[in-house]
């Protein structure tokens, strides 16, 4: 039983995080800029707070499903979030890559957005209050600590791929900084635009 309710935070996770969002489009920037020792420090540190913000999750995944506004937060949350992040990946999109980075700076950027990461809140609360009412996991702590760890681990497998291949994507096509930063720009615009014509519809048309 622990063996596969580390099995399942594992798959889970992993399958979480293959949707392009802010984590795995951040580290694709990291890896290419940066380069891939600075990526694997904000992967590491991520996906050590992501055992936490896992275990946090899945013990409010009830009380979260409740809240009535919560999904209405999280999109303009979202918004605010994306449109940070394109703005300053946009203002920097010419600047070329540094030759050194501080050790620390990936490290604090990955915990940093594994406790800013709105986008995980929904996803835990849809698959972990599934997974506890169908009995895949036990909602005690134990149970909860080795489900902690498959999501931490599953993380860590899925964006690890992501910065191989963007690793890849620059060997094999040798995009210029400036045309992926404007892409990634663009991107986090766009997701953006996402929360907030959601909303406009849920206010103006559904509601």
């Not at 992501?50 to 979202?78: G, N, P």
Request: aromatic share 18%; with cysteine.
């Amino acid at each position: 039983m622990i063996f596969l309710t580390l099995f399942l935070g594992l798959i889970a996770n992993f399958i979480g995080y293959i949707p392009p969002g802010n984590i795995n489009l951040t580290l694709v920037q990291i890896t290419i800029n940066r380069g891939f020792k600075q990526a694997m420090r904000f992967i590491i540190a991520f996906s050590s707070v992501e055992f936490f913000f896992t275990y946090f999750i899945m013990h409010a995944a009830k009380w979260l499903s409740a809240q009535v506004k919560l999904d209405t937060v999280i999109d303009w949350v979202m918004v605010v979030l994306f449109g940070t992040l394109g703005t300053i990946t946009w203002i920097h999109r010419k600047k070329p890559p540094q030759s050194n980075y501080s050790e620390h700076e990936s490290i604090k950027y990955g915990i940093l957005l594994g406790f800013l990461n709105p986008m995980q809140v929904p996803f835990w609360m849809i698959t972990g209050t599934y997974m506890i009412t169908h009995q895949w996991i036990l909602d005690g702590k134990l149970a909860l600590v080795v489900f902690s760890v498959g999501s931490a681990a599953g993380a860590f497998l899925c964006l690890y791929l992501y910065a191989r291949f963007a690793q890849f994507i620059q060997s094999k096509f040798a995009l210029s900084t400036r045309m992926i930063n404007t892409g990634i720009a663009l991107l986090f615009f766009s997701f953006a635009a996402y929360h907030v014509v959601k909303q406009v519809y849920l206010v103006f048309f559904k509601g």
